[in-house]
Nanobody, 118 residues
Framework: QVQLVESGGGLVQAGGSLRLSCQAS????????MGWYRQAPGKQRELAAT???????SYGDFVKGRFAISRGNGKNTVFLQMNSLKPEETGVYYC????????????WGQGTQVTVSS
């Protein structure tokens, strides 16, 4: 079992910034991928960013250089720095963990609400 605890969501004005955090604990594989996905109201969940234990990063098309994902020193915490936020990016942001090559063992956090006001 893996537990994911998210924090950092909230209300921000358009053009503002937020930093999300996700702390993983439990049966963590040494090679894993952690990331953030967002789900806007009435839409499907989509990739925001992922990072491997080797610090390889990947971003969703909508990010366009505005977000940055990183890991903490202990590697079991990931951060998502979000800049220049837009109202249409309002939604629930979910943390995800999965071992490398084993998507069937993926876990999701409970989600954190991000609201961007215009």
């Amino acid at each position: 079992q893996v537990q994911l605890v998210e924090s950092g969501g909230g209300l921000v004005q358009a053009g503002g910034s937020l930093r999300l955090s996700c702390q993983a604990s439990g049966n963590i594989f040494s090679r894993n991928v952690m990331g953030w996905y967002r789900q806007a109201p009435g839409k499907q969940r989509e990739l925001a960013a992922t990072i491997t234990t080797g610090d390889y990063t990947s971003y969703g098309d909508f990010v366009k250089g505005r977000f940055a994902i990183s890991r903490g020193n202990g590697k079991n915490t990931v951060f998502l720095q979000m800049n220049s936020l837009k109202p249409e990016e309002t939604g629930v942001y979910y943390c995800n963990y999965r071992p490398v090559g084993a998507n069937e063992y993926a876990y999701w956090g409970q989600g954190t609400q991000v609201t961007v006001s215009s």
